[in-house]
Nanobody, 123 residues
């Protein structure tokens, strides 16, 4: 099975930046689609960004377009989410997910999940 561990979360002021990392263990990481979701208290888990297995296609939810960038380093088995121009509404627990299939904006469409990392953006 694939195990994922997120890191890089923390407290940042509005307008600041953070880079989240998701380190994966297991085989065939390079062949998996990779994505990020987030969940704020009392809200549904929300799709944030994803990249397909070969990096040819990326997708972002409208609220983060132009501010967030998803990338991956297959040699390091790591997925990144660069977050710039952060807003208080970005505050959430951020989860990394991978799947052997295609991309999906619904959380139930992803097979493997990390434990999450907290991001708090102060106003």
């Amino acid at each position: 099975q694939v195990q994922l561990v997120e890191s890089g979360g923390g407290l940042v002021q509005a307008g600041g930046s953070l880079r989240l990392s998701c380190a994966a263990s297991g085989r065939t990481f390079s062949s998996y689609a990779k994505g990020w979701f987030r969940q704020a208290p009392g809200k549904e888990r929300e799709f944030v960004a994803a990249v397909n297995w070969n990096g040819a296609n990326t997708y972002y939810t409208d609220s983060v377009k132009g501010r967030f960038t998803i990338s991956r380093d297959n040699a390091k088995n790591t997925v990144y989410l660069q977050m710039n121009s952060l807003k208080p509404e970005d505050t959430a627990v951020y989860y990394c997910a991978v799947d052997s299939g295609g991309l999906d904006t619904v959380a139930a469409g992803w097979r493997y999940w990390g434990q999450g990392t907290q991001v708090f953006v102060s106003s």
